[in-house]
Structures are given as C-alpha cells and as structure tokens.
C-alpha cells in the first residue's frame, strides 16, 4: 500500500556563518548570511524517500517562509521530493513556534491525505522543538519524538514501531497510522542531491498557500496570534581562554603529564 509522507523543512541561517551574524538585523527577520535546510530537516526528507522507495507513495514538502524559503524546497526536490508546497503570507510573519504549528497543521489538512509527517527535532535558530509536537496535537495524530529508527511499518495493519532516542538507552513504541516523527541525526545519511534532478529542481515554481488558501483563523497566526514575542537577542560574551601547551621529551611524557592535569582538573 503507497503512502503518502509529508516532510516539513525549515530554512535557517547557514550554521557555519552564525558568528556573522548581527542580533540587530536578525531581530528584523534579515540575518544576512547564507540559508540552508535545517539540517535535522534533510534527515527527515532522507527517511521519507527510503520510505517510498520501500513502499511506494508520494513525499511532499512544506515550508512556511518568505518566498526566498523556495530554495530549501528546490533542494529537497533535487533530493526527489515529488511534490513541495511554500506557505507564504504577510500574516504569517512574526510567528512563534505554536502559530507556526498551526500553519502548518492547516496545510497538511489540506492535503487532505496522509500517512506519515516527518518532522526534524529541532531547527538550529529557532531550536524550540516545539513545532513537531504541536502539529500533532492539531491535526489529533500520536508524535513520535526523538525517532532514531523505523523499525517497522505496516501500511496494511497501520501502524508504525520506532527507537526513540532517550537519555539513557532506547524506547520502542508503536503507533497507529497516521502519525507524525520528529526525527534525530542517528536515523540515517542525507543522500545527496540527484545530477538529474539538480536542474529540474532550479525551476520549482511551487504553489504558494496563504492564510485564505488555509482557511485559517487570522487571529492564530503571525505576530498576534503568538503567545511568546522576542524581546531581544544578544550573542553571548566572548569567554576569555587560556591555552597552555604540555611539555616534554617524549610523547608518553607528554601524554602521562595531560592525564595528570585532567586528573587534577576532574575532567576525566
Ligand atoms: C523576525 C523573527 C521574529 C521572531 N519572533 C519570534 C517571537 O517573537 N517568538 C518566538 O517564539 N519565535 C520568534 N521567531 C522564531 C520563529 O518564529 C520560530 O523559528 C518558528 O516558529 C519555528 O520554531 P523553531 O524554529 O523553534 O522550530 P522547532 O520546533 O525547533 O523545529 C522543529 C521542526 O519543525 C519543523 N519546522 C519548524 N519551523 C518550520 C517552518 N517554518 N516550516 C516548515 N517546517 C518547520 C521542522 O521539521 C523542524 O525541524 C522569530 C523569527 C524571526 C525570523
């Protein structure tokens, strides 16, 4: 039985280039560096192809951004999404992680159809964790975080067994169809983009859903249907570090003298 598997991606801020970035001007929405997919994001997209590359079915892509978002949705079409989606309005600017949630809930209801939504953990700006959840909890369907592993799916039983990542060791739980994973890097290797779909996927043009495409409550979404606001944004001070490096004759010199420091600095 083919599934139907949506993935949402965040574009964020490349994390290579974070300590370019200016609070004042990412405070306005414009960091100004380089964009990519939120890296749990693309281990999300790698699970939904292997997916339908088992079972057969069809992985569409959401992303709620501005229209610069359509370049993390080429790239997950250059990576063989079939279908991929931007949600784009000016009510949606200014969204916390809830209203965002509940965009982007609207959109899979829209879809109407679906067996699996994917999520990553977390994003690397926002870092809320807190969309995956809340997606789950509007569209009714049971979340499962932390997912390391597919164990087994069953499109005809209808239900799904993963490894949840915990602190200490793994959890395996079972769900019913349809329902939605947050995913961890331990899950699988991103493939990388196909050389056949590189160029098909520069002229993604994707539809754009809104606020009234959604049907949605404008009370619910952007700035004033967020519950949390960013009062500021700071990066933290630069810690002052000391180097020191360890003399010796020999390398097991060397290397007895660093134990000994570690030892005296209950480090190990
Ligand atoms: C100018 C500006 C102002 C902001 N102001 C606020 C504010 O006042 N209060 C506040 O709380 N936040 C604010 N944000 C942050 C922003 O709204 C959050 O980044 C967003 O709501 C998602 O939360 P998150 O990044 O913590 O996602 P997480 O919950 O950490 O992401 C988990 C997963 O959810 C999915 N996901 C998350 N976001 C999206 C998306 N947009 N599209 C598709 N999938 C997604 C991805 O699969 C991701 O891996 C602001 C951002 C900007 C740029």
């Known amino acids: 039985m083919a599934l139907n598997i949506v993935v949402c991606i965040k574009q964020v801020p490349d994390t290579a280039e974070l300590p370019k970035i200016d609070p004042a001007k990412a405070m306005a929405g414009d960091e100004g560096v380089t964009r990519v997919v939120n890296p749990w994001d693309e281990y999300a997209l790698e699970e939904a192809l292997r ?8 992985v569409t892509v959401l992303t709620m951004g501005p229209e610069r978002a359509v370049e993390a949705l080429r790239k997950a079409a ?13 009510a949606f ?5 809830g209203a965002t949630a509940y965009i982007l809930a609207g959109a899979i209801r829209k879809l109407g ?3 699996l939504i994917l999520c990553g953990k977390q994003s690397v700006d926002g870092d809320s964790g807190q969309v995956a959840p809340g997606i789950a909890r509007h569209l009714h369907v049971p979340q499962l975080t932390f997912v390391a592993k597919i164990r087994a799916l069953d499109p005809t039983a209808r239900n799904i067994t993963v490894e949840r990542l915990l602190e200490e060791g793994r959890e395996v739980t079972l769900a019913p169809l349809p329902a939605l994973l947050s995913v961890v890097k331990e899950i699988n290797e991103p493939r990388y983009p196909a050389f056949l779909l590189i160029r098909k996927a520069a002229k993604l043009q994707p539809p754009v859903w809104g606020i009234k495409e959604l049907g949605l409550d404008p009370a619910r979404v ?12 700071r990066k ?15 390398a097991a010199e ?4 660093l134990a ?9």
């Open 93 to 97: 600017a200014g969204s916390d992680a």
């Open 260 to 268: 000994d420091r570690l030892l005296a600095e209950k480090v190990i």
């Open 51 to 58: 997916l339908k590359e088992k079972h057969g079915g069809k």
């Open 78 to 90: 250059s990576m063989g999404a079939d279908d991929a989606i931007l949600l784009d309005d000016p």
């Open 113 to 115: 159809v679906y067996d």
């Open 222 to 233: 952007g700035r004033q249907g967020s519950a949390t606001r960013w009062s500021d944004l």
């Open 236 to 250: 933290p001070p630069a810690r002052a570090t000391q180097c020191e490096i360890i003399q010796g004759a020999t």
């Open 254 to 257: 060397k290397a007895a003298k």
